[in-house]
C-alpha cells in the first residue's frame, strides 16, 4: 500500500488561505468517508485536526475545514497564523492494510 | 486529561528484539482500539498495527507483519509492541494512539528508537 500523495510544502502570508490536498484511490480515499487530518509541530506528537472529512474535533479552530472530491481529500487553512507552521499529514481507512497516511506537508507562514 | 506514556526504546542492534509499553489513563482503555504508528527521523508518520478492545484481533502493516506483535493487557491497562528481527528502517519514534472511529484521537509523546550496529 503506497502512502497518500500530498505536496511537500505549501506556503502563505498571514490572514491568507491555503489548501493542501491528498491525493489516493478507490481503495482508501474514494471508498471511504473515513480521511483524517492530523497537525504535527516539530519535535511533537501528530493532533487530530480533523476527521470523517470534515469534521472538527472538540477545541479546534474553525480555520481547519475539510473536503473531498473523488480519490482526492483536502485541508483548508484560512485566516493563517504563525502558530499553524507544521506539518500536515492526511490519512485514509484502506480495504487492504487498515491505514494509510499521506507523505505531509510542510506549511510555511511567510 | 487523556495520557499515553510510551517506554522502552533506545539503540539496539541489527537482528535484535525489543518491547514497547505504552501506559495510557484517563479513559476506559479496556474499550479502545489502539495502534501503534512510526515516525522514521525526518520522515512522514506511518501505520504500524492495531489491535480491538478484547485483545483478539491484531493488524499489521505489511513492513512489520511477522515480525512485530502488538499485545495489550487489560487488567494492567497496558499496551505493547513486541519487535524482533531489527533492521535499520525499523529505527524511528514510536507512537501509541487511541482509535475513534477510524481516526487517531489521542497520541503518546512517542519513544525513539534507534537500530544501529
Known amino acids: 500500500q503506497s502512502a497518500l500523495t500530498q505536496p511537500a510544502s505549501v506556503s502563505g502570508s498571514p490572514g491568507q488561505s491555503i489548501t493542501i490536498s491528498c491525493s489516493g484511490t478507490s481503495s482508501d480515499i474514494g471508498g471511504y468517508e473515513y480521511v483524517s487530518w492530523y497537525q504535527q509541530h516539530p519535535d511533537k506528537a501528530p493532533k487530530l485536526i480533523i476527521f470523517d472529512v470534515s469534521n472538527r474535533p472538540s477545541g479546534v479552530s474553525n480555520r481547519f475545514s475539510g473536503s473531498k472530491s473523488g480519490n482526492t481529500a483536502s485541508l483548508t487553512i484560512s485566516g493563517l497564523q504563525t502558530e499553524d507552521e507544521a506539518d500536515y499529514y492526511c490519512?485514509?481507512?484502506?480495504?487492504?492494510?487498515?491505514?494509510?497516511f499521506g507523505t505531509g506537508t510542510r506549511v510555511a507562514v511567510l | 486529561d487523556v495520557q499515553l506514556v510510551e517506554s522502552g526504546g533506545g539503540l539496539f542492534q541489527p537482528g535484535g528484539s525489543l518491547r514497547l509499553s505504552c501506559a495510557p489513563s484517563g479513559f476506559t482503555f479496556r474499550d479502545c482500539w489502539m495502534h501503534w504508528v512510526r515516525q522514521a527521523p525526518g520522515m512522514g508518520l506511518v501505520w504500524v498495527a492495531r489491535?480491538?478492545?478484547?485483545?483478539?484481533?491484531?493488524d499489521y502493516a505489511d513492513s512489520v507483519r511477522g515480525r512485530f506483535t502488538i499485545s495489550r493487557d487489560n487488567a494492567k491497562n497496558m499496551l505493547y509492541l513486541q519487535m524482533h528481527s531489527l533492521t535499520v528502517e525499523d529505527t524511528a519514534v514510536y507512537y501509541c494512539a487511541t482509535a475513534g472511529n477510524y481516526r487517531f484521537d489521542q497520541w503518546g509523546q512517542g519513544t525513539l528508537v534507534t537500530v544501529s550496529s
Open positions: 489491535i480491538n478492545p478484547e485483545g483478539s484481533t491484531t
Open positions: 490519512t485514509s481507512y484502506t480495504s487492504s492494510v487498515a491505514y494509510v
